[in-house]
């Protein structure tokens, strides 16, 4: 008896895996790309949230000009690959990389405000993330980046600029 025994795999099968892999991709990929934008403003957020102390010791030394002088406030922002905008008190920065900006002279109602650079998740590119400080010296996080993309701490405003 000669049995004659195929192996491997019908064209049906295979077309069933590849859909398979292909209905995954299609939930999967969305999941990815706001994971990535959540992760990207908590990055922002982070890097803003760094900054509170600088703004605070140099409200509490009166010093309320930005710069590197004696008696002016040097925030000495850290360039950041997320980030869009120039140094404020003329530090050379790498090319596609930024530093949060601070309200020049500072009070204390002052902002430090971040604008999402163009080489983070299209949702966010050209968005900003900003702490505001109240006169009490609490700070609050306002942002015009979807509030789905947003930490829990920080409120969506359209109107943010």
Known sequence: MNLNVNKGFTLIELMIVIAIIGILAAIAIPQYQNYVARSQTTR???????LRNTVEDCLNNGKTTIG?????????????????GSSQVGASIPTNYGVAQLDNPLTLTSRI????????????????????????????????????YLPNNCRHDANFN
């Open 113 to 148: 405000v971040g604008t999402v650079a163009n080489n983070s998740a299209v949702v966010l590119r050209g968005r900003k993330i900003g702490l505001t400080r109240s006169s009490e010296g609490n700070w609050q996080c306002v942002s015009n980046i979807d509030a789905k």
């Open 68 to 84: 590197v002088g004696v008696n002016e406030c040097d925030p000495r922002a850290a360039a950041s690959n997320i980030l869009s």
């Open 44 to 50: 922002v957020y982070a890097e803003l949230s760094d």
